[in-house]
């Protein structure tokens, strides 16, 4: 993908003739779209305004992590795809990837001309929580890149929340990447912290996990167990789990049960198979009250079709061919709408124990590390501009100030930073093999 730059969007009008005088030309200020209600996290549950919200997305990154750009900084890309997701009939995007050093506000103004809700990941395979060396990854730079991206788009209102992580915490059978957990967790803090010092609204922040059964519920529990400044907002999951042809069969029941009592919103960040006939019937069971009660909806990857052949359009220039799933989604979408009323969502937030070490779980301490003493400055004077995707770097810029501890929150890309993700297509056959979706890699 190019590197895109930011067309402006300032329409410019005329003034009338008066008694055949004329008068200076005078711009308009382009006209902003009438807001969506912004979305907050209460129960367990997601609202828009008074109405219960249910995510009824697609994740977006046109080109894939390979060209590592953003889709909502240029007018043009951004403009081709929405036309797709109107016809879709989407309410929400998830994009991976975007500069904090570019403007967004006309792509941001077009989503929400058509109803859409964006998710952003915060970090870039620059700028994230590498899972091999944490406490070196968790610095004052790579936050300061995390808040930048927060002051760019916390300004619209159809921002409906962000990822503190995507993945970071997976199988991986050489490293024990459960010993990351404790810095994304304060990531998540910090990025929370810095919402309410910046007096942000309160837009929802959280954890996009692996679905790996050997860690899936401590994973889970870890991000919402501690005080209420630690606990995540929301909790997400990849979920490649329905290769099958039904609810039971795809094991979700379990996972409905697993999840009862949770006590934050749940949603898969990221949805599907495409192992067997894709005719997204997971929307079916998403929409229905065997999960509303629990869950809030989900993504269904992806939008374009890239080399793990999970999208549903070819993507060659300015031109979009639909695929035959395009047709199947848009299908599902429209026979399978949000349901009225409140889902049965329970209304009280509530935290969950933390996890105990085991074989597979090594965090055993409650404590957080503190926030690196060169990050608190930017609660009280904001981040700055962003270093945006062509920065040096943030993962090998620690500070040593990382060390654990229950604080608080008053560079090179590698395949085992939070950047780069094993192909979905590979990790879906070994699901239907095994029973355990193994997610790795792209943990934006």
Request: glycine letters at 8%; charged letters at 20%.
């Amino acid at each position: 993908m190019r590197s895109f730059v930011i067309a402006a969007a300032i329409s410019a009008g005329f003034s009338g003739l008066a008694n055949a005088t004329p008068t200076h030309t005078e711009k308009e200020v382009a006209k902003r779209a009438d807001s969506l209600p912004t979305v907050t996290a209460s129960g367990n549950a997601f609202w828009a305004g008074t109405e219960r919200f249910y995510v009824r997305g697609i994740d977006y990154q046109p080109g894939g992590e390979s060209e590592s750009a953003d889709p909502l900084a240029d007018t043009d890309i951004c403009k081709r795809d929405i036309a797709e997701f109107k016809k879709l009939g989407v309410n929400t995007i998830r994009v991976y990837i975007t500069d904090n050093s570019k403007d967004h506000s006309e792509c941001m103004r077009l989503l929400a001309e058509a109803g859409i809700y964006l998710i952003v990941d915060a970090n870039n395979s620059k700028y994230s929580i590498n899972r091999r060396d944490p406490a070196t990854s968790y610095n004052a730079v790579y936050l300061q890149s995390v808040f930048a991206t927060i002051d760019e788009f916390a300004k619209y209102d159809n921002t409906l929340g962000f990822f503190s992580g995507n993945e970071v915490i997976n199988d991986d059978s050489e490293t024990d990447t459960t010993k990351a957990a404790p810095y994304v967790k304060a990531t998540t803090r910090d990025m929370r912290a810095y919402i309410k010092a910046r007096g942000y609204r309160a837009i929802p922040v959280g954890y996009s996990a692996a679905d790996v059964s050997s860690n899936r519920m401590q994973t889970a529990h870890y991000f919402n167990c501690g005080s209420d400044e630690e606990r995540s907002d929301f909790f997400a999951f990849n979920d490649y789990s329905w290769c099958s042809s039904d609810f039971i069969t795809a094991g979700w029941d379990v996972k409905v049960k697993n999840f009862t009592g949770y006590g934050i919103p749940i949603f898969l960040s990221e949805w599907g198979c495409n192992t067997n006939t894709r005719n997204f019937k997971e929307l079916e069971a998403l929409m229905s009250d065997n999960m509303t009660s629990v869950y809030s909806g989900g993504l269904m990857y992806e939008y374009s079709l890239e080399e793990s052949n999970y999208g549903i359009v070819h993507i060659n220039g300015d031109q979009v061919t639909e695929e035959d799933e395009f047709a199947a989604f848009q299908s599902a979408l429209s026979e399978y709408p949000a349901p009225t009323g409140d889902g049965g969502f329970v209304s009280t937030t509530n935290a969950v124990p933390c996890p105990t070490a085991d074989d597979n779980w090594s965090v055993d301490s409650t404590d957080l590390p503190p926030i690196p003493e060169g990050a608190k400055q930017y609660m009280d004077n904001g981040a700055g501009d962003g270093p945006g995707l062509a920065g040096a770097g943030s993962q090998t810029a620690g500070d040593g100030s990382s060390s654990s501890g229950s604080g608080s929150s008053s560079s090179n890309d590698n395949d085992d930073s939070a950047a780069g993700r094993l192909d979905p297509g590979r990790l879906a056959l070994t699901s239907l093999v095994s029973g355990v979706v193994a997610l790795a890699a792209f943990m934006i």
